[in-house]
């Protein structure tokens, strides 16, 4: 398998950057988040989120109770800070 | 992506739209997204990534993956395989993109 091919295409996370962090310890999909940015970036791991969980094998054999291990956080779309703006 | 020929459907002949991307006039047809009025005219890269400036443009098509985004002067940041075309926008990329890029 290539490893320079990427994962994470937000924030450019390759294959082999996520296999560091796990010889570094990273065992879960959130540390593996922490260590690389992946699933940070401003699609919030839409795209990389199940590639990430495949990696890690933490929900196989699992019945689901919560959707992912990844936390995600608001605001769930993000927009540019003028469009925010009031008055203008 | 535009269709000249179909055994069934009639296709109709639709107007042009013309708008800017970086600084360079295209022409869209009605109901098309900026995304497809741009690789319909050969334009397939829309801005580069931060890290390593590679090439990006459409990847999901549907508005998840944020790939296509775009600036439109005087409205910010937009998907651009959501956004329909309007006579006279100006689309800018992220980062440069030069007209003969891949």
Same mark, same amino acid.
């Given at each position: 398998?290539?490893?320079?091919?990427?994962?994470?295409?937000?924030?450019?996370?390759?294959?082999?950057?996520? *296999?560091?962090?796990?010889? &570094?310890?990273?065992?879960?999909?959130?540390?593996?988040?922490?260590?690389?940015?992946?699933?940070?970036?401003?699609?919030?791991?839409?795209?990389?989120?199940?590639?990430?969980?495949?990696?890690?094998?933490? &929900?196989?054999?699992? +019945?689901?109770?919560?959707?992912?291990?990844?936390?995600?956080?608001?605001?769930?779309?993000?927009?540019?800070?003028?469009?925010?703006?009031?008055?203008? | 992506?535009r269709l000249k020929k179909h055994p069934v459907l009639k296709i109709q002949?639709?107007? &042009?739209?013309?708008?800017?991307?970086?600084?360079?006039?295209?022409?869209?047809? *009605?109901?098309?997204?900026?995304?497809?009025?741009?690789?319909?005219?050969?334009?397939?890269?829309?801005?580069?990534?931060?890290?390593?400036?590679?090439?990006?443009? +459409?990847?999901?098509?549907?508005?998840?993956?944020?790939?296509?985004?775009?600036? +439109?002067?005087?409205?910010?940041?937009?998907?651009?395989?959501?956004?329909?075309?309007?006579?006279?926008?100006?689309?800018?990329?992220?980062?440069?993109?030069?007209? &003969?890029?891949?």
């Amino acid at each position: 398998m290539n490893k320079t091919c990427i994962v994470c295409r937000c924030e450019e996370v390759s294959m082999k950057d996520i *296999e560091k962090a796990m010889d &570094n310890g990273m065992k879960t999909t959130q540390e593996i988040k922490m260590a690389t940015r992946a699933g940070m970036g401003i699609c919030q791991g839409r795209i990389c989120r199940s590639l990430l969980e495949e990696v890690t094998h933490e &929900n196989d054999d699992q +019945i689901q109770e919560i959707p992912s291990k990844l936390t995600i956080h608001n605001p769930v779309r993000p927009v540019a800070l003028g469009m925010v703006r009031k008055g203008k | 992506m535009r269709l000249k020929k179909h055994p069934v459907l009639k296709i109709q002949d639709k107007q &042009n739209i013309p708008f800017k991307f970086n600084d360079q006039i295209y022409h869209g047809k *009605e109901g098309e997204t900026i995304a497809v009025s741009l690789w319909s005219e050969g334009v397939k890269v829309l801005r580069k990534s931060e890290r390593s400036k590679t090439s990006r443009g +459409i990847y999901c098509g549907i508005g998840n993956c944020y790939d296509c985004r775009v600036h +439109i002067k005087g409205r910010g940041l937009v998907r651009s395989c959501l956004t329909p075309v309007e006579p006279g926008i100006e689309v800018v990329s992220e980062r440069e993109v030069k007209k &003969n890029d891949l």
